[in-house]
């Protein structure tokens, strides 16, 4: 299933009370965003349910503080361009 990076925005700007439109890839979620250590884990487990990756790929991440690093640790083995 290809997860298009909309649908990670729309739940980053749910949590995070933020424009879709200011969430872009390179979005530092403390910083850029104001999403703190708990809306983080609250966020990657709405993630995990939407998209039907598991939870475990999250933590195992290498970018953990921005949004284009999580988004291609959802995408990660996607036959895709993480567009």
């Not at 809306?39 to 970018?63: C, H, P, S, Y």
Request: no cysteine.
């Amino acid at each position: 299933m290809k997860i298009a990076f909309e649908i990670v925005a729309k739940h980053i700007s749910e949590i995070a009370h933020v424009p879709i439109d200011n969430i872009k890839k390179e979005s530092k979620f403390q910083d850029d965003l104001g999403i703190d250590s708990l809306k983080l884990v609250n966020l990657f487990i709405q993630l995990a349910e939407v998209t039907g990756v598991e939870f475990n790929r999250f933590l195992l991440a290498e970018d953990l503080k921005t949004v284009g690093g999580i988004y291609f640790a959802i995408t990660k083995g996607e036959d895709n361009d993480n567009n």
